[in-house]
Each structure stands twice: as C-alpha cells, then as structure tokens.
C-alpha cells in the first residue's frame, strides 16, 4: 500500500496567542455541513445571512459589508487597492507591525505615502494625525485600533472628526478588535473596516469580513483606473454578494458555514456581554502577572483586553517559557515581534480564548516555570491576586 501516513490527529491546545483563538465546536460543525454551489439559492440566503449578522457586529447599516476570501491581510489589501490610486495622498499610522504592513501596501500601490509614526507601545496622539493632514490634499487616513504587535488600543473618535474635517476616508484595521471591544462603524463615522476570522470572532482563518460606507463605495465607482487586483476587486466581488450574482470567483463555502455560526454565537451572547467578559479575564490576568512581578507594555488606559504584552523581567528565559508551556500544558502564546522581540509575551484572550479557566491555568503554569527558573514569586500569588479581581 501507497504511504498514506495515519490519521490526522493535532494535539488538543489552548490557544492563547496572538491568533488562532480557539474554536466554539459549533464553528467546526457547521464546517463539516455538506457542500451546496456557491449560486444555489439556498447558499444565496445563507450569504445574505452571513451578512446580516455581520452589519450586526460592526455595528453599521452599510450595504457593502462582506467576507472577502483570504485571512484578515486581505481585507487590508482590499480596503487599500480598492480605494487608493497612483498619486494619491494617503496617511498611515505607524505604532507596530500592522501600521508598518498598511505602509508596505500603500507604497506597492504606488501612492504617495505620509507615514505618521507613533511610539510603540503607545496611542499615536490626535494631534500628530492632525499635523499630517494639514496644508495636503489626502485622500485616505489608515489606522490600527488594536495593535496586536504591541497590545495598544487606539482611540478613534477624534481621530476620525479630524480626518473627516479634511475631507479624507478613515480606513481602520479591526483584526484584533472587533467582537472583543466596541468597533462602531456607524457611530464612529469609519468609511472602510476590515476583520479576521480568528481572532475575537473565533472561527478558524480565512475570511476576512469588510465593510465600506456610501462615501467609501463612492470613491470605488469613481476611480480613473481598474483596481490593480483582480481577485480582490470589490466593483466586481460586490457583483456576486450584491443582487446580481455574478460569478467571479469561487466562495469558499465552509468557511462561510463557519462564519455565519461563529456570528451566531457572538450575537447569542450579546456583544455587550462578550466585551465585559473580555474586561474581567484581561483585569484578571493583569492582577495576577502583577503579582509575579510582571507589568505591561502600554500603560493603564491604552491596552487592550484580548491581548496582553506582558513584559518578560526577572531574567525570565522567554523561549523556555514558552515552549514549556506549549509541551508541558498545551497553551500557546506567543513572543515578541520586531523591537519586542524577546522583550515581551503576547498572552491573547480572544474570543472563545477569553476564559477564567484559562486565565488561572495560565497564572498557575506560569508560576511554576518561573519559579523552577530560579526568579522569586511568592507560591500562590497570581491566582489569590485573580481570584480577588473576580470576585470585585
Ligand atoms: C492578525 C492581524 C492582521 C493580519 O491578519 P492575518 O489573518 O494574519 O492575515 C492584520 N492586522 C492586525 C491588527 C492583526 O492582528
């Protein structure tokens, strides 16, 4: 017999890294649904659905609002290459990882680039995106409102008066955010939002849900030249998702399946809900990395509560660390990126992630490793300061 190897058989992890989170076992199930064509009527109101639920968690009424194919980097390069033309003014944010990939691609489309650099580690100020916008004609103002590189909130409603009042588009990347925290859409006047499916949504990668305002769609119709891509040309995906159903390319089905019923599960659990369970798991986590020693990156007020950078100190092996936590309690997080490499843990709590359980394993484990490190904790502190931030 042909080498066909044996089963399919992962070990069972929890995944407390920057992303995948883990997945609700109805997201899995829905996936392994039968199969219907991606023009059968019945996938057609499924379609529908999908994007119903989703208007529902970005809070919009947008009409363009839809899973691109592709993990959550599609969506930023969709909102990019559909809305930006060679020439054009366009400002990015840049305070980590993801501002400095919104940078790459706005180059790669040949648009005039302002780059606003902010600390990492930190918001970048209002006032510095207002600095940019001043005596230029932008078209566009990228920004990140959770910053999975260094675990920063960005505030967003001055930011966007600010970019309005100068008659740009506000393009935010909620990859991280949406389903964890508030992303208003309407309420905070964002023409062009993207997501990903594995983070706070908690379904497995591969789709990245994007909505665009009547001002966004406007632009689109408007522009002088085709989108340089074409599999992610929203004038023509907008065909298929819209009343025409015109056949561009191929819609990965099961993944729709997945989405739809991670969205369920979401709205089941009411978004309200589901943040303030976000904020009780990342208080918890704060207390109890305190408790040995351990503070984090952003200051209070500017982190955010699904993914926590907590500053290695204490002499800590980084890698060792983690990898025990990996071979000896199936939990994955992950390292540093760029600057912060070997400098801090980024410990996600994302979505189905977000659990009391995992919080205190994690604290528990973490203890121990530490402690067999040679750093001094007190036995039993992470837990006692958790359990006291539950219990408020
Ligand atoms: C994860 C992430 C991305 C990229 O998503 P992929 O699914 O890895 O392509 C973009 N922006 C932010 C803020 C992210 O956290």
Redesign the pocket.
């Known amino acids: 017999m042909a080498n066909v190897l044996s089963d399919l058989n992962p070990p069972r992890r929890i995944l407390m890294g920057?992303?995948p989170s883990n997945v609700n076992p109805r997201v899995l199930k829905a996936m392994a649904t039968p199969l219907i064509g991606h023009l059968d009527p019945e996938f057609l109101k499924i379609m529908n659905e999908t994007q119903d639920l989703l208007r529902q968690v970005f809070k919009t009424k947008n009409r363009f609002t839809i899973p691109v194919s592709g993990?959550?980097?599609?969506g930023?390069e969709t909102c990019l290459c559909n809305l930006i033309e060679e020439g054009d003014e366009v400002v990015v944010c840049v305070n980590g990882v993801?501002g400095m990939?919104m940078a790459d691609i706005v180059e790669r489309n040949r648009a005039s680039l302002i780059k606003v650099e902010g600390e990492w580690g930190r918001a970048i100020p209002a006032e510095k995106v207002e600095e940019a916008l001043k005596g230029r004609k932008v078209k566009l103002v990228a920004i990140?409102h959770?910053?999975?590189s260094t675990g920063v909130l960005q505030p967003m409603e001055q930011i966007s008066r600010i970019v309005h009042d100068h008659g740009a588009l506000l393009l935010v990347?909620s990859?991280?955010s949406l389903g964890g925290c508030p992303v208003e859409v309407d309420e905070w006047d964002i023409d062009a939002c993207y997501s990903?499916t594995?983070?706070c949504l908690s379904a497995p990668?591969g789709l990245?849900p994007v909505t665009f305002s009547d001002r966004a769609m406007k632009v689109l119709e408007k522009r002088k030249t085709k989108v340089p891509s074409w599999y992610l040309d929203m004038s023509m995906v907008g065909k298929y998702w819209g009343k025409e159903r015109v056949y561009h390319h191929t819609a990965p089905i099961s993944m729709i399946y997945a989405l739809r019923e991670a969205l369920r599960v979401i709205l089941e659990e009411g978004l309200e809900a589901r943040f303030a369970r976000h904020q009780l798991n990342h208080r918890a986590l704060v207390a109890g990395v305190g408790a040995l020693g351990l503070g984090l990156l952003p200051p209070e007020g500017e982190r955010l509560c699904m993914l926590n950078a907590v500053k290695i100190a204490g002499g800590a092996d980084d890698a060792a660390v983690r990898s025990r936590l990996l071979s000896e309690f199936s939990m994955e997080i992950g390292g540093g990126l760029g600057e912060f490499k070997g400098k801090v843990w980024r410990v996600g709590l994302m979505g189905e992630s977000s659990t009391r359980a995992n919080v205190l394993l994690f604290l528990a484990a973490l203890e121990q490793i530490l402690s067999e490190q040679g750093i001094k904790v007190k036995k039993g502190s992470a837990i006692e300061a958790a359990s006291a931030a539950y219990s408020v």
């Open positions: 920057p992303g993990t959550g980097s599609s930023m993801f990939r990140v959770a910053e999975t990347d990859v991280t990903g594995q983070k990668p990245s």
